[in-house]
C-alpha cells in the first residue's frame, strides 16, 4: 500500500482555507493501483459474507462499484438530497458547519442484508456512522466499512465504533 500512498495528492485549501484535500484522481488513473486495492478489500472482507455493496456519493461509487463487481454482489448508492428518483429514505447528520443529509431508494437494501460501506476516505467519521444508520433503519447489518484513505488524526473510529473497518492507507 505504500505505492498507493504515493499516487494521493495533497491540496492544500481546497474546498476551503485551512483543509488539506486529498486528490485520489492520479490513483483512478493506475489500473494497477484499482486493481491492488480492489483485491485488498475483497480479501478483507470476504470472510464477513457480505451480500452487497452501499457506496456513498461520490468517491465511494467507484471504489464500492469496482468491489461489488469483484465479489459478485449488487451495489447501492447513498446520495446527497434531491438525486434519487425514486421512493425514498433519508437521514440528517453533523457537519463541520451545520448539518447534512444521505438518501437511499427504499428498495436499496433488504433486512436480510449484510451490507459493505465503502467510501474514498475516512475524516470525522460523520458520512459514514449516517450512512450506516440509513441501513440499519431499514434493518439490515453492517457487516464491514471500508475506507482508502483514513485520516486518523480526526479520529473517526469513534463514531464508527464496535464496526469492522477496513483503511488501506492511514495519515
Ligand atoms: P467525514 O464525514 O468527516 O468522515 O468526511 C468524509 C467525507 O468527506 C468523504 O466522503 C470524503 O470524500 C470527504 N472528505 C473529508 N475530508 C476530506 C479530505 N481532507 N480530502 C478529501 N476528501 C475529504
Do not use: W
Not at 130 to 149: M, S, Y
Amino acid at each position: 500500500m505504500e505505492s498507493i500512498k504515493k499516487l494521493i495528492r495533497d491540496i492544500p485549501d481546497f474546498p476551503k482555507p485551512g483543509i488539506i484535500f486529498k486528490d485520489i484522481t492520479p490513483i483512478l488513473g493506475d489500473p494497477a493501483a484499482m486493481a491492488a486495492i480492489t483485491g485488498a478489500f475483497e480479501k478483507a472482507f470476504e470472510g464477513l459474507k457480505p451480500t452487497r455493496v452501499v457506496g456513498i456519493e461520490s468517491r465511494g461509487f467507484i471504489f464500492g462499484a469496482l468491489l461489488a463487481r469483484a465479489m459478485n454482489l449488487p451495489f447501492t448508492p447513498v446520495r446527497k438530497p434531491g438525486k434519487l428518483p425514486y421512493d425514498k429514505i433519508s437521514v440528517q447528520y453533523t457537519l463541520e458547519y451545520g448539518e447534512g443529509t444521505l438518501e437511499m431508494h427504499t428498495d436499496g437494501v433488504t433486512r436480510d442484508d449484510r451490507v459493505l460501506v465503502m467510501d474514498d476516505l475516512l475524516a470525522t467519521g460523520g458520512t459514514a456512522a449516517a450512512t450506516c444508520e440509513l441501513i440499519e433503519k431499514v434493518g439490515a447489518k453492517v457487516a464491514g466499512v471500508g475506507f482508502v484513505i483514513e485520516l486518523a488524526f480526526l479520529e473517526g473510529r469513534a463514531k464508527l465504533k464496535g464496526r469492522n473497518i477496513v483503511s488501506l492507507v492511514t495519515f
